[in-house]
Nanobody, 122 residues
Framework: QVQLVESGGGLVQAGGSLRLSCAASGSIRSINTMGWYRQAPGKQRELVASATSGGSTIYADSVKGRFTISRDNAKNTVYLQMNSLKPEDTAVYYC????????????????WGQGTQVTVSS
């Protein structure tokens, strides 16, 4: 019902920048939260940044001041501008959308992209 497609990952040197994009399609509610999670080898998936359709944002402490999340609600697209990348940012980054069910509005649903690899070399 909802599909997320990420792009923009790659290999970059420490201090470099990458911009991730995630386009959502399907049954998207006007009120939702889109964000980016990442999972490094041997670690649990963690929230990197999220943004509500209303404009509220949350960042992990580890990326504050370096990453910026933004949205284009008209395109159902979320971006993650990553600057001053560090080796510890290396992970698979997953796009996420959370919203109340379209047909079951009493329950929140999480949708995930396929993930895009970000590798930061030292």
């Amino acid at each position: 019902q909802v599909q997320l497609v990420e792009s923009g990952g790659g290999l970059v040197q420490a201090g470099g920048s990458l911009r991730l994009s995630c386009a959502a399609s399907g049954s998207i509610r006007s009120i939702n939260t889109m964000g980016w999670y990442r999972q490094a080898p041997g670690k649990q998936r963690e929230l990197v940044a999220s943004a509500t359709s209303g404009g509220s944002t949350i960042y992990a402490d580890s990326v504050k001041g370096r990453f910026t999340i933004s949205r284009d609600n008209a395109k159902n697209t979320v971006y993650l501008q990553m600057n001053s990348l560090k080796p510890e940012d290396t992970a698979v980054y997953y796009c996420n959308l959370n919203q109340l069910g379209v047909w079951t509005g009493f329950r929140f649903y999480d949708y995930w992209g396929q993930g895009t690899q970000v590798t930061v070399s030292s």
